[in-house]
């Protein structure tokens, strides 16, 4: 990236050549490429990905407790990492079932909070 010096206006020109992944601009801006490692996921990685979504989605319409807080928080990491790397790790998944398990009565009244379980479990291998 080619900066230039401010012209007599008080504004700075910038020029950019190439450029490639995800970009924003301003306070508070917020960038997220999902071009990438997301098109390679395999089947369980990409059905997890679906389930995660919707649980947390599910979750908004619960009360909110220490325990579903952190669950939220472990769905939102998984799916950042899926979506990142193409995969979650197994610390990663080890962490969202401990989230399941401490927030399990949220979790067995929502509709897709076995679906995460199972998933989490067929990718650990347990």
């Known amino acids: 990236m ?23 601009f301003g306070a508070g801006s917020v960038a997220n490429n999902y071009e990438g490692p997301q098109q390679q996921l395999s089947t369980e990685q990409r059905e ?4 995660v979504g919707k649980l947390r989605e ?14 939220t928080r472990q769905l939102t990491d998984t799916r ?14 080890t962490r969202l079932r401990t989230a399941l398990q401490d927030a399990a009565t949220a979790v067995g009244m929502a509709a897709s909070g076995a679906a995460v379980a199972q998933a989490v479990s067929a990718l650990l291998g347990r």
């Open 48 to 51: 997890l990905l679906e389930v």
């Open 2 to 24: 080619d900066e230039q010096q401010p012209t007599s206006g008080g504004t700075q020109n910038v020029n950019i050549g190439t450029a490639k992944g995800a970009f924003a």
């Open 58 to 71: 599910e979750l908004r319409a619960f009360r909110s407790t220490p325990e579903t807080d952190e669950l």
């Open 80 to 93: 950042d990492e899926i979506q990142n790397t193409g995969q979650a790790s197994p610390g990663r998944l």
